[in-house]
């Protein structure tokens, strides 16, 4: 499944957040992340990110497909970080 | 077709995409927008995007799919705008 996350967070929080889902996805640009994980992966990283969040003030939002045939993805401007998993 | 767009974009410029981009899409939560679009509508956003930004530092992101039901959606945290569109 491909997932892709964008998070509104904390000043307080984000660097933890961000230093979590690098173990599991590629950063893409501020706020976001994206790339390929398993059923169990998902629920790991939902996981850590509940306990890692502020529920009242963060917001984190996904997005999975169970494949990125479906999705065209591009970019307008600066690529700040090239990934090759979606293609 | 659905279309989500996620920017990084710098702070003298950021305000005019906001306000360009709320003319098609929801705002959902900072730096991203959703929202159902015709082809030449997402050709008319990808135009007015290009003239707002500088290729150079700003990077924007989008995902388009032709429709929402390929796609799992979800929020852990604070929904900051709630949306009725995905459904």
């Known amino acids: 499944m491909y997932v892709i996350i964008v998070y509104d967070i904390g000043e307080k929080r984000v660097a933890k ?6 173990k599991y996805l590629n950063w893409v640009q501020n706020s976001v992340f994206e790339g390929n994980l398993t059923e169990s992966q998902f629920e790991k990283v939902k996981y850590g990110l ?3 969040i502020c529920e009242e003030e963060d917001a ?3 997005y999975v497909f169970s494949t990125p045939k479906w999705v065209e993805r591009g970019i307008l401007g600066k690529e700040k970080n090239p990934i090759s998993d979606f293609l």
Chains 1, 2 share one sequence.
Do not use: A, T
Not at 17 to 22: D, I, Y
């Open 60 to 62: 984190v939002l996904y």
């Open 50 to 52: 509940k306990k890692l």
């Open 17 to 22: 957040v961000c230093k979590f889902l690098r």
